[in-house]
């Protein structure tokens, strides 16, 4: 059985800093791509970012390219989404899952296992 558990999330202003953290369980982590998705009230959950499972590969949404930092440390089982420059529109439950290969990529069908979410809220 697989867990993720995220963590970091939390409320700040416009313009702050924050990173959030996925530690894995249960599956021989550095096999897999991780990614990190976000889902907002009334909307559909979008992709934010994907990192390969040597995480010498990454991609990213346009909405947070050059903004956000996606990394992973497999001695750790973790993976991390470093979020600076935060904008009211990127509040969302934010979630980490693993992929079914070892490329980074967007599609969410090819994740099998998703954490619970952790909170981002971006005041104005």
């Known amino acids: 059985q697989v867990q993720l558990v995220e963590s970091g999330g939390g409320l700040v202003q416009a313009g702050a800093s924050l990173r959030l953290s996925c530690a894995a369980s249960g599956r021989t982590f550095s096999s897999y791509a991780m990614g990190w998705f976000r889902q907002a009230p009334g909307k559909d959950r979008e992709f934010v970012a994907a990192?390969?499972?040597?995480?010498?590969?990454?991609y990213y949404a346009d909405s947070v390219r050059g903004r956000f930092t996606i990394s992973r440390d497999n001695a750790k089982n973790t993976v991390y989404l470093q979020m600076n420059s935060l904008k009211p529109e990127d509040t969302a439950v934010y979630y980490c899952a693993v992929a079914d290969s070892a490329i980074a990529i967007a599609r969410w069908s090819r994740y099998d296992y998703w954490g619970q979410g952790t909170q981002v809220t971006v005041s104005s």
């Open positions: 990192i390969s499972r040597s995480g010498g590969s990454t």
